[in-house]
């Protein structure tokens, strides 16, 4: 598996699916997993997935700049960084953000998220 591919295509389905339905990515987590939203740290799938879906707003439309990935480790993880705007809805300006997802793999030939790390970048 070529670990650009990977990475793109999990960027691409995270995003939509955090832009559609922010509760089903609880999926993508595992009970050691941890979040840091903001300087916040959560840990466990079900403590992620619940401060995901109780962020203030209903509705945002992410839009991608980069997505770089390196691979991670011998147990073959992979480190990928995302850049981009996020729109809220009634919002008239985007806002600017960084985010870096440490994939691990699974039995099954997927990948969860061991550790995310996410901030707005403020100009």
């Not at 922010?22 to 466990?44: C, H, P, W």
């Not at 945002?60 to 993880?77: E, L, M, R």
């Not at 440490?102 to 996410?118: A, E």
């Amino acid at each position: 598996m070529d670990p650009d591919t990977v990475a793109k295509a999990f960027v691409e389905h995270y995003y939509k699916t955090f832009d559609s339905n922010r509760a089903a990515l609880v999926g993508l987590y595992q009970d050691g997993s941890m979040l840091t939203f903001e300087g916040s740290k959560i840990q466990g799938a079900q403590a992620i997935a619940a401060k995901l879906t109780s962020l203030p707003f209903d509705q945002c439309a992410h839009a991608i700049s980069t997505v770089d990935c390196q691979p991670s480790g011998p147990q073959g993880g992979m480190i990928v960084f995302v850049s981009g705007q996020l729109q809220l809805a009634g919002e008239q300006h985007p806002l600017k953000f960084s985010q870096m997802f440490h994939l691990m793999p699974t039995p099954q030939g997927s990948f969860y998220v061991q550790n995310d790390i996410f901030r707005l970048n403020y100009a």
